[in-house]
């Protein structure tokens, strides 16, 4: 069974600009949920989808947004970067809701200069 | 605010040996816990967890044991393996999927 699939794993981009990260969760699996690692802040909750609904949103400014297509891929998008955007973006997808067990992916790592 | 707290950001425990791991939180209504490893280059692996209606769960060499008086989780790796070296998150949620984690604790098993 393949893994969580998070594409770019690398990129990088300059203040101002926007990204858009993807990623494929595991087939069978309707929720997905967004991480932010930063070295000062370690992993930080971004958002957490189930069925293209957006159950949970973390403390993060409205330049950071998401969704959810029907086939439960998800795109996770961040408008204006800043340099303090630069982290490793996980996801992980979970095969019910409320359980905390989650399969993460990779990670997109994201450099702003 | 850190709701969860992970006090040492690093152990180093000889192979064969006792690792424990400890984690503090500050509220009261988390219902279940979870710890987390990461290996470098890899997202966190789901390891064992607790619901807040135990004190303990086991799950082979690994063993989480919660104080709820105290807000204080723990996890026992016995016998420590090299292959154990990684970072480990506790975690916690309220009947959802967002979890809070701590901000890690780098373990080193020395062979």
């Known amino acids: 069974k393949a893994g969580v699939t998070q594409t770019p794993r690398y990129l990088i981009k300059t203040r101002g600009q926007q990204v858009t990260l993807s990623c494929s969760p595991i087939?069978?699996?309707?929720?997905v949920s967004w991480y932010q690692q930063t070295p000062g802040q370690g992993l930080q909750f971004l958002f957490e989808?189930?069925?293209?609904?957006?159950?949970n949103k973390g403390n993060f400014p409205g330049r950071f947004s998401g969704r959810q297509f029907s086939n439960s891929r998800s795109e996770m998008n961040v408008s204006t970067l800043e340099l303090g955007d630069s982290a490793l973006y996980l996801c992980?997808?979970?095969?019910?809701?409320?359980?905390?067990?989650?399969?993460f992916g990779e990670g997109s790592r994201l450099t702003v200069l | 605010d850190q709701q969860v707290k992970q006090n040492s950001p690093s152990l180093s425990v000889q192979e064969g040996r006792i690792s424990i791991l400890n984690c503090d939180y500050t509220?009261?209504?988390?219902?279940?816990f979870l710890w987390y490893k990461k290996y470098p280059a890899e997202g966190p692996t789901f390891l064992i967890s607790?619901?807040?209606?135990?004190d303990k769960n086991e799950d082979g060499r690994f063993t989480v044991f919660l104080n709820k008086s105290a807000k204080h989780l723990s996890l026992h790796i016995v016998p420590s393996q090299p292959g154990d070296s990684a970072v480990y998150f506790c975690?916690?949620?309220?009947?959802?999927?967002?979890?809070?984690f701590g901000t890690g604790t780098l373990l080193a098993v020395q062979p």
């Open positions: 989808y189930f069925s293209e609904t957006q159950r």
């Open positions: 087939s069978g699996h309707r929720s």
């Open positions: 992980a997808s979970s095969l019910v809701v409320g359980t905390g067990e989650l399969f």
């Open positions: 975690a916690t949620r309220r009947a959802t999927n967002k979890l809070i």
């Open positions: 607790i619901s807040s209606i135990k």
């Open positions: 509220n009261s209504m988390f219902d279940y």
